[in-house]
């Protein structure tokens, strides 16, 4: 069974620029949840996807999108780089995303840097 | 929304025992405890979900008071690879998301 993988593992961007990370989900996951971690803080959601459609959304705005595929990978892009964007983005996948209290289980993350 | 951890850093030498609390304004649906070493992922420890539930795990458990919308973790003769920060994470009754604490940072010394 594989975990969770996430790439890049680091990057460094640009105010105003736009990045895409990605996710894979653990074996046997249909959901995936983003997460953005700022140093020395938790992590605070950004949205859940379920078999390819978003199923909730944080307090983040819509320049933070996603995407989920068949295979139940997902991407998270951000456009308009801001600095406060810098963090370690998580993602989180679990089996159903349709039951409440459902173990979540997270990647290793990417970290971003905008300068 | 974001549940209150404490206390926010605790220093133990090795077999002492530590509590971590957790505590929401909110009414919780369930309560999950993560640890996290520096530069790594969170890696899920236990979740509860009934009011006065407990679980255990090794020297590791924990209580969740549906009541009072607050949970405890319990770590008992701790070991050096208990250090890093613990994260409780709450889920609503309403959605899917978990709203993290800010963590309390934990290290076992020698």
């Known amino acids: 069974e594989t975990g969770v993988t996430q790439s890049p593992t680091h990057l460094i961007k640009t105010r105003g620029q736009q990045v895409t990370l990605r996710c894979s989900s653990q074996s046997g996951h249909n959901t995936v949840s983003w997460y953005q971690q700022a140093l020395g803080q938790g992590p605070q959601f950004i949205f859940q996807y379920y078999r390819e459609e978003e199923n909730g959304r944080g307090n983040f705005p819509p320049r933070f999108s996603g995407l989920q595929f068949p295979n139940y990978s997902s991407e998270l892009n951000v456009n308009a780089l801001e600095l406060d964007d810098s963090a370690l983005y998580l993602c989180?996948?679990?089996?159903?995303?349709?039951?409440?209290?459902?173990?979540?289980?997270f990647g290793p993350g990417t970290r971003l840097l905008v300068l | 929304q974001q549940p209150v951890q404490s206390p926010q850093a605790v220093i133990l030498r090795e077999g002492e025992d530590a509590v971590i609390n957790c505590s929401s304004s909110?009414?919780?649906?369930?309560v999950h405890w993560y640890r996290q070493k520096h530069g790594e992922a969170p890696v899920f420890l236990m979740i509860l979900l009934k009011g006065g539930e407990q679980k255990g795990h090794d020297k590791i458990s924990a209580s969740f008071n549906e009541k009072k919308q607050q949970s405890s973790l319990y770590l008992t003769a701790s070991q050096l690879s208990y250090s890093g920060t613990y994260f409780c994470g709450t889920g609503r009754h309403s959605g899917y998301a978990l709203n993290f604490g800010k963590g309390t940072s934990l290290l076992v010394t020698p």
């Open positions: 989180a996948s679990s089996y159903t995303g349709l039951v409440k209290g459902e173990t979540q289980y």
């Open positions: 909110k009414a919780l649906y369930s």
